[in-house]
């Protein structure tokens, strides 16, 4: 696989799809003269897609629920580099709707990430 194909990827997913922003928190380092460790936050803006869960499945031992749906991602961000892959406990928003990340699955054929098949839970 190559960049153009991960490029045309994230074409098809735009011409149906919205922008989405993944955000990433992590802590850092603790600071004993505060008694706090700061959270920072990294963000990824790509494109997606929102689609029904069809049928149930299970991602490395995750169980999926009602409600939860999936998310096709490209993994091309749109500035035309590769996103980072996302982990369950990210967040990521599509307009207004915010979900966090249950399950990622990669899809790298030739070890280049084309795409991300993940599903997402809604916050209520």
């Known amino acids: 696989m190559t ?3 991960r490029s045309a990827a994230y074409q098809m997913i735009a011409a149906r799809g919205q922008t989405v922003t993944l955000t990433r928190k992590a802590g850092g380092a603790y600071d004993p003269a505060t008694g706090t460790a700061p959270i ?3 963000t990824q803006i790509g494109k997606g897609v ?3 869960l069809s ?3 299970r991602f490395d031992g995750t169980s999926i629920v009602a ?4 998310l096709l991602m490209a993994a091309q961000n749109t500035t035309g580099g590769a996103i980072t892959d996302p982990v369950p406990g990210d967040a990521v928003t599509l307009g207004v709707a915010e979900y966090t990340f249950v399950a990622v699955n990669p899809l790298r054929p030739a070890g280049l990430d084309i795409m991300f098949d993940c599903v997402v839970r809604g916050h209520q």
Do not use: C, S, V
Request: glycine share 12%.
């Open 3 to 5: 960049t153009a194909q």
């Open 40 to 42: 920072t936050e990294t």
């Open 50 to 52: 929102i689609l029904p």
């Open 55 to 57: 049928g149930y499945r």
């Open 67 to 70: 409600g939860d749906e999936t």
